[in-house]
């Protein structure tokens, strides 16, 4: 499902404004390095439980 997210924002930037892309770029970053967080997190989580 996350994975999904940049891939429609990257396509809904096309008709936005310069000003919601740039935010639009800042949102895809956020969630992109939140989704890589949480994988890391549950990783460990998951090397631990092991």
């Given at each position: 499902m996350t994975a999904e997210l940049p891939l429609e924002s990257a396509s809904s930037v096309?008709?936005?404004?310069n000003r919601d892309r740039a935010k639009l770029v800042q949102t895809?970053?956020?969630v992109i390095c939140g989704a890589?967080?949480?994988?890391s997190i549950l990783t460990t989580f998951g090397i631990v439980a092991t």
């Open positions: 096309q008709w936005k404004p895809v970053v956020k890589f967080a949480a994988v």
